[in-house]
């Protein structure tokens, strides 16, 4: 018997016909994303995602990531392609013995990619030009691209004080402030500290590794121009929003993080110097008080970057070009001879 024109449809056939028309939303677009992202490669190179050919970074339960160990990749943007090795202690540097050979002393780098040397070659970093300049030291770059002054912290707590230095060399980026209270980054969760009267009480350790929708976004991020875009355009990074949310807090953390750096590297005897990646003129003097207030001699980079004529970052990325890491070099050579530390 047949049914009549004005039955309703059985409930099975709406919902497969409901299901087709999902499906065919999902594929127009799907179909539409692909068809943008291919039609602006070729108008938009300043687009073009930092990738790197195999992983360069893995998870970590103190630190939330670290630089891979005895690795080597390539890794890839819209001005540079660059190879990347890194040593037994997953820095990106030469072998080191575990202490410094009679005679030599030890100048040891922390920092975020600035100092890791995005986009640039291990040997134009300013690290390396810096040991070329002073054979007599063990220079040793224990950068990793993404870290906050709580990583940095952390790091230096667990690994870098065994590498016994007799120089910390802190580097400090304008976006730490806003990762420093962050609870995830860059697509990896990581370790924040909150400030309780003046204490730093360090939260989420061990680090949860990153979950399936974080590495999907990795991938999204290193292989696509639109999605790479709208992240950076709009923060949408796991747990950071690229703020500073208030800055009253976050500034007041991080100047806590850093004394404590300050004050681990003094008890281990060695002596701690602050450098800054160009700030604006009101955070630079802050920090020029507060490193004259703990008596630590700061390479605030403002200035040397603002009298060299000629790009010092690249068109499309903040990071410093080979001619960038020259002048940081040279600034904070000339800092560190005045202060008697060479």
């Known amino acids: 018997m047949r049914t009549p024109p004005d039955t309703p449809a059985p409930a099975p056939t709406r919902l497969a016909r409901g299901l087709a028309r999902l499906a065919l939303a999902i594929g127009v677009t799907c179909a539409l994303a692909v068809a943008v992202e291919f039609a602006l490669r070729p108008f938009r190179p300043g687009w073009a995602p930092v990738h790197q050919d195999r992983l360069l970074w893995r998870h970590d339960p103190l630190l939330g990531w670290a630089n891979a160990p005895n690795?080597?990749?390539?890794?890839?943007?819209?001005?540079?392609?660059v190879d990347v090795r890194t040593n037994a202690r997953g820095l990106r540097d030469r072998d080191f013995p575990d202490l410094p050979a009679p005679g030599r002393k030890r100048l040891l780098v922390i920092g975020d990619s600035f100092a890791w040397g995005m986009g640039v070659d291990a040997d134009a970093r300013f690290s390396a030009l810096l040991a070329e300049r002073h054979p007599q030291w063990d220079i040793i770059n224990a950068g990793c691209s993404g870290y906050g002054t709580d990583q940095e912290l952390l790091y230096l707590r667990r690994d870098g004080l065994a590498l016994r230095p007799d120089v910390v060399l802190l580097l400090f980026s304008a976006n730490d402030f806003g990762n420093n209270v962050a609870p995830a980054a860059y697509t990896y969760f990581k370790p924040y500290f909150d400030l309780v009267d003046e204490d730093l009480i360090l939260r989420q350790v061990p680090v949860p590794p990153p979950t399936r929708?974080?590495?999907?976004?990795?991938?999204?991020?290193?292989?696509?121009?639109?999605?790479?875009?709208?992240?950076?355009?709009?923060?949408?990074?796991?747990?950071?929003?690229?703020?500073?949310?208030?800055?009253?807090?976050?500034?007041?953390?991080?100047?806590?993080?850093?004394?404590?750096?300050?004050?681990?590297?003094?008890?281990a005897g060695a002596t701690p110097v602050l450098v800054t990646t160009p700030l604006p003129p009101v955070v630079d003097d802050l920090f020029r008080r507060f490193a004259a207030d703990f008596n630590v001699p700061c390479v605030p980079l403002s200035q040397a970057f603002a009298r060299t004529a000629g790009p010092l970052e690249f068109a499309h990325d903040p990071h410093w070009n080979p001619a960038g890491h020259q002048v940081a070099a040279d600034a904070i050579d000339a800092t560190l001879a005045a202060a008697r530390v060479w």
Not at 71 to 81: C, D, I, N, V, Y
């Open 213 to 267: 929708a974080m590495r999907l976004e990795r991938f999204l991020l290193g292989h696509t121009y639109v999605w790479g875009r709208l992240y950076a355009r709009l923060g949408l990074a796991h747990g950071n929003d690229g703020g500073l949310g208030d800055f009253h807090y976050t500034g007041r953390l991080t100047f806590r993080e850093i004394k404590e750096i300050i004050a681990t590297t003094r008890t």
């Open 71 to 81: 690795h080597t990749g390539r890794l890839h943007g819209p001005e540079f392609s």
